[in-house]
């Protein structure tokens, strides 16, 4: 995808899918903060919009998640949720990304490894 839409990024993140429709596999690197939460909503709005009922997110490449990240994965989650039996998984997470998930409560409901 192209960061051109997102001039103000300070961060960059380079944002993969692929997949079906219903099961999208999105591949995120670099960080996920105040600066590129837009862009990762955006996608994630767009996948489920599409039909997406299971996202799996590949976050082996992504180095840092704030706040405004974890709202955007919560807020995905809660609409698949809403939806049916949507889910959201994230794989592949780096320790200190690990460490956010569970330091919030939410690697029962995000993590699966």
Same mark, same amino acid.
Do not use: C, W
């Given at each position: ?23 999208? /596999? ?7 903060? $105040?600066?590129?939460?837009? #862009? !990762? *909503? ?5 996948? &489920? ?15 840092? /998640? ?7 994965? $919560?807020?995905?989650?809660? #609409? !698949? *949720? ?5 889910? &959201? ?25």
């Amino acid at each position: 995808m192209d960061d051109d839409r997102f001039p103000g990024a300070l961060t960059p993140l380079q944002i993969d899918v692929k997949g079906s429709v219903t099961h999208p /596999v999105l591949t995120a690197k670099g960080e996920i903060d $105040v600066a590129t939460s837009p #862009r !990762l *909503r955006t996608e994630l709005t767009n996948l &489920i919009a599409r039909g997406a009922t299971d996202i799996t997110l590949e976050f082996g490449g992504v180095t840092f /998640v704030d706040s405004s990240g974890l709202g955007v994965l $919560v807020g995905a989650y809660k #609409r !698949l *949720r809403e939806d049916g039996d949507g889910q &959201i998984r994230i794989v592949g997470a780096q320790q200190s990304v690990r460490k956010v998930f569970e330091i919030t409560g939410l690697e029962t409901a995000l993590l699966t490894d």
